[in-house]
């Protein structure tokens, strides 16, 4: 069922505004992230869309429906927590069949109905035992198959990953996506972690203190970031933001492209659907992500300062007359400390946004 | 190896502490407790004991040469009826004011002023604890005037003068009043207890749909059961033992408000028969003894 929220605002009692304003429409069936730094309020959107909290001003729909002034319990919502939030003492049977219980669903059924979703969750051998006798993935699964046992319109799950450790968590991330396709309900789910929304989500929101930064899927989030928050935020190095200035072009340049934008004193040609969209005097900030930098003759040079193995690739960082710059090398080619390398951005990886108020220069 | 232990620091474990003190050292200076403890607290016990089996009095010929009687003030003590009508007052008062009184009250108190705005639930967790830390002589004044007769406080707010609570309502009276006096502490534990109760549990029962008696019954309660426990036999136990209302009532109306404790008193002391109250106080104590063990085997059962 599609989720809208029209100018959502909400003040907390102490004078904090976790939303400020925000609209959003989540598409029907669709798994989408909200995805921020602590503290962006998207854990307060997870709940006021839940009915946790209710919307100082602004409307929730669900479906057709207006659920602004609606209790939890009639929003038709199933809502994972951070915690699990297992009853301790229910057995897995009892807990799954818990929502059906408070429905008034006759005994028999319950129990039937808590088998079918424990038994396509994979946890038919554990259904007479309590939570604190699962591990920490099928605590996670129970909680799961709580939420759906009452077959909701919507699921949240609040940050669903971050209780398993490293290796359970990209198992359970596969699991989740796959489970998300099949079962092909709504989800919405809050994660601080942008690998994670990257992995899972069909689309993203970016938030930053109560707004949204930028929605889009995670090729558009993570290719072309709207804002420089969101391009600081995405990616698991993150991207160098050079400041720079828009020159004239010189040379060939001149007539070719008309101008260049000018970071730490070497010359970049601005991207030719933006041309228009620049004059020379403007102040710029070039986003470059470290996988973009190829290394070429004439490039921004710098000297090799650290180098840090990633595995496959290795992150190098370079002092430049500027700021510092970060580049990726493959495997068996990294540079030794202090000697000098020239990196430029490769063809069409370079976005450039507005100095003033961080925002991407788009084609017109 | 020999000459390696060498390098780690002596150390002797019971025989010299450090400081270079020994173990004569160490008891010096637990003998001071000791004492205290054995004249004021193991001393008196054993004379209880040993005067349970006489018949002592406080004065007369048997005071001066008492005579062991046996466990006859014990076979006595349970065929007697004012002692088996004080008992059933104790358990009614235990009933009353500690188990219902005091839990329902104290959980009601701390289950509701969780969501109260911040200067009300000040306010009334002042004015509880406020009568739970008056010194008993003090309360109990307060209730005699409270419920007197001639002018008292209640008989003016209900046009009701010259009703004699305490005479005509006796135990009603020191139940209510037991109550007011005690729910502090199960209020307090209450609420630490409902502290402890995961937020995300109650909403997991809201969004499931539960309403306030469901999210008490399936999600409160059982989290908090062990404190319940613990709760309640720490107010029964006080209760039982509660001396104060001898300080209202002396047990008048003829004996009809005197418990347990207030009955061992008026045996002992104006009703002269030591050797008697000894035994009925050791009776006490092993009830008390069966409660607290009861409340052991229940907390095990449950770990």
Redesign the interface.
Same mark, same amino acid.
Request: charge should be neutral; avoid cysteine.
């Given at each position: 069922m599609r989720v809208s929220l029209e100018e959502v605002t909400k003040v907390f009692d102490g004078g904090v505004t976790a939303l400020d304003g925000l609209s959003l429409d989540i598409e029907d069936g669709e798994f989408f992230a909200l995805l921020g730094p602590s503290g962006c309020g998207k854990t307060t959107l997870l709940r006021t869309i &839940?009915?946790?909290e209710t919307a100082s001003s602004g409307a929730v729909r669900i479906g057709e429906r207006d659920v602004t002034r609606l209790?939890?319990?009639?929003r038709d919502? &199933?809502?994972v927590?951070?915690?699990y939030?297992?009853?301790?003492?229910m057995t897995v049977a009892d807990n799954i069949a818990?929502?059906l219980r408070?429905?008034k669903v006759g005994r028999a059924e319950r129990r039937a109905k808590a088998a079918d979703t424990g038994a396509s969750l994979s946890l038919a051998g554990l259904m007479e035992r309590r939570p604190a006798q699962l591990s920490g993935g099928q605590q996670q699964r129970v909680a799961l198959a709580?939420a759906m046992a &009452?077959q909701p319109t919507v699921f949240l799950l609040d940050e669903p990953l971050s209780n398993l450790d490293a290796r359970l968590r990209l198992e359970a991330r596969t699991f989740l996506k796959k489970l998300q396709h099949d079962l092909g309900v709504t989800t919405v789910f809050v994660t601080h972690d942008q690998a994670e929304a990257l992995a899972l989500a069909d689309r993203i929101a970016v938030m930053e203190s109560g707004r949204i930064r930028q929605v889009g899927t995670a090729r558009e989030v993570f290719q072309r970031p709207a804002n420089v928050f969101v391009a600081g935020f995405i990616g698991s190095t993150p991207m160098n933001l050079l400041h720079g200035e828009c020159v004239a072009g010189d040379g060939e340049a001149a007539t070719a492209w008309g101008h260049q934008v000018d970071v730490a004193g070497v010359r970049l040609p601005v991207p030719e659907e933006i041309v228009t969209e620049l004059n020379p005097g403007d102040k710029v900030i070039v986003g470059v992500r470290p996988e973009y930098f190829a290394e070429t003759e004439d490039g921004i040079g710098g000297q090799v300062e650290i180098v840090e193995n990633l595995g496959t690739t290795s992150l190098v960082t370079l002092t430049t007359e500027g700021p510092r710059i970060q580049v990726t090398v493959p495997e068996g080619r990294e540079p030794a400390p202090g000697t000098t390398m020239h990196v430029s951005p490769q063809p069409g990886r370079m976005l450039v946004y507005r100095a003033d108020d961080g925002e991407l220069i788009d084609a017109p | 190896m020999a000459e390696e232990t060498g390098l780690l620091p002596q150390r002797s474990l019971g025989g010299e502490v450090p400081g270079g003190g020994d173990r004569r050292q160490g008891l010096a200076f637990v003998v001071p407790a000791l004492v205290l403890i054995t004249v004021f607290l193991i001393l008196p016990a054993l004379w209880t004991l040993y005067l349970g089996l006489t018949d002592y009095r406080l004065t007369g010929v048997q005071a001066a040469h008492p005579k062991v009687v046996g466990t006859s003030n014990y076979t006595h003590a349970l065929g007697d009826k004012e002692f088996r009508d004080a008992l059933g007052r104790t358990l009614l008062f235990v009933l009353g004011s500690a188990i219902i009184g005091q839990n329902i009250l104290g959980f009601v108190l701390a289950w509701t002023l969780r969501s109260a705005r911040r200067w009300v639930r000040t306010l009334v967790e002042t004015l509880v604890l406020l009568a739970w830390i008056l010194p008993g002589v003090v309360v109990a004044w307060l209730w005699i005037a409270f419920l007197k007769d001639q002018g008292g406080t209640l008989n003016t707010i209900l046009h009701t003068p010259g009703h004699d609570w305490w005479f005509d309502h006796p135990m009603g009276s020191l139940i209510v009043f037991n109550v007011w006096r005690g729910t502090a502490f199960s209020m307090m534990l209450f609420a630490a207890a409902l502290s402890s109760v995961p937020p995300s549990q109650l909403e997991s029962a809201r969004l499931a749909g539960a309403g306030s008696r469901q999210q008490l019954r399936d999600v409160v309660i059982p989290s908090i059961r062990g404190h319940i426990l613990t709760n309640t036999l720490l107010i029964s136990l006080w209760t039982f033992n509660d001396f104060t209302p001898y300080l209202i009532t002396k047990g008048e109306p003829h004996g009809a408000s005197a418990v347990l404790p207030v009955y061992i008193y008026l045996t002992a002391l104006p009703g002269e028969r030591l050797g008697f109250a000894s035994a009925i106080s050791l009776i006490m104590l092993v009830i008390n003894l069966l409660l607290a063990l009861a409340y052991i085997r229940i907390l095990r059962r449950r770990a």
């Open positions: &839940a009915g946790l209790a939890p319990g009639e919502v &199933a809502m927590f951070q915690d939030a297992l009853f301790p003492h818990y929502p408070i429905k709580r &009452a | -």
